[in-house]
């Protein structure tokens, strides 16, 4: 599958209420994609910056994913 694929604008919207309900989508993030993305630059920058290694790294940026994840039971 491509990333555009032509559709009309009652497939776009169905598609992006299925990949909202994805708890692994990012259009799931409470915070909304923007700050979602901005909160994933940050973790990366602070761990690059406090010379960490690339795990730790890759978990700071696990953690910023994972906190804005809509609750669920």
Do not use: F, Q
Request: aromatic share 2%.
């Amino acid at each position: 599958m491509t990333h555009v694929c032509p559709g009309t604008n009652t497939v776009n919207r169905t598609e992006y209420h299925l990949r909202r309900r994805n708890l692994a989508s990012p259009l799931a993030d409470v915070r909304g994609p923007a700050v979602r993305t901005r909160a994933v630059a940050t973790a990366i920058r602070i761990g690059l910056t406090r010379g960490e290694a690339t795990a730790t790294i890759e978990e700071r940026i696990r953690d910023a994913e994972t906190a804005g994840r809509p609750l669920t039971l």
